[in-house]
């Protein structure tokens, strides 16, 4: 749903927590950058990666909002793009995350990836934000 | 409508362009969080197919700040115009077409 154009602003977002404070945050942003029709993206590291874990999200819950499932499904469907940070096989095997158990349209990226697009967005005139 | 309910903010230039103008698409907002109502709007704007292009978009809400800053600010920055009707206490319709 976001508009696509050369000179479109950029949003990264980085969230390093499972705190609902935090993700919600995270995927309000996200979900009002796409509706400003801007790009936005998503970097999950540490804590984070328990909402990119299939049903993970469905877990944290804020009062008074829908589920935090809901919130990722649209972003996700919304042209969001939303990645994992695998920083090695064996914390991603203690957080019990594997390619298997990531949410459909999740994928493994690591600091270098994000980085990669997030320098040149930046030096553009985007935003990086840390959550 | 125009003449049943109260015109609370105008984001045309071309009012009479609403008058009988066919609702291509409904979304109704009420009790969402935010961003959803604007999210839900900007949804069925990018979804309405061109052929019904000369149709106009109605978005119900009872949100203050979606009705008078982020309903409009969305429409603005796509180019659309809109007007806002007061439905009721806390509640308002709004008309956007392109």
């Known amino acids: ?131 | 409508m125009q003449g049943e309910l109260r015109i609370v903010l105008n984001g045309t230039s071309t009012p009479e362009i609403f008058h009988g103008c066919e609702v291509a698409k409904s979304v109704d907002t009420t009790g969402m969080a935010c961003p959803y109502p604007s999210f839900e709007s900007v949804k069925a704007m990018s979804l309405l197919n061109d052929d019904k292009a000369n149709g106009c978009i109605e978005i119900i809400t009872d949100s203050e700040e979606s009705a008078f800053k982020s309903i409009p600010t969305i429409c603005q920055k796509r180019k659309w115009q809109f007007l806002v009707f007061e439905e009721a206490k806390d509640l308002w319709r709004i008309r956007i077409r392109r």
């Not at chain 1, 705190?19 to 796409?34: E, I, K, W």
């Not at chain 1, 936005?40 to 935090?68: E, F, N, Q, R």
């Not at chain 1, 990531?102 to 997030?118: K, M, Q, T, W, Y």
């Open chain 1, 1 to 131: 749903m976001s508009q696509k154009r050369e000179d479109q602003q950029e949003v990264h977002l980085v969230l390093a927590s499972n705190d609902p404070g935090r993700a919600y945050s995270a995927l309000v942003l996200a979900l009002g950058t796409v509706t400003m029709g801007a790009k936005c993206k998503l970097y999950c590291t540490m804590g984070a990666l328990d909402i990119v874990k299939k049903g993970g999200a469905s877990k944290i819950t804020m009062p008074g909002a829908p589920s935090l499932d809901k919130y990722l499904h649209d972003a996700i469907s919304a042209g969001v793009q939303i990645t994992a940070c695998g920083p090695s096989k064996e914390m991603l095997i203690q957080m019990g995350v594997t390619p298997d158990s990531l949410e459909r349209g999740v994928d493994f990226e690591d600091v270098i990836g994000f980085l990669n697009e997030a320098l040149p967005a930046s030096k553009k005139g985007g935003m990086v934000l840390f959550i």
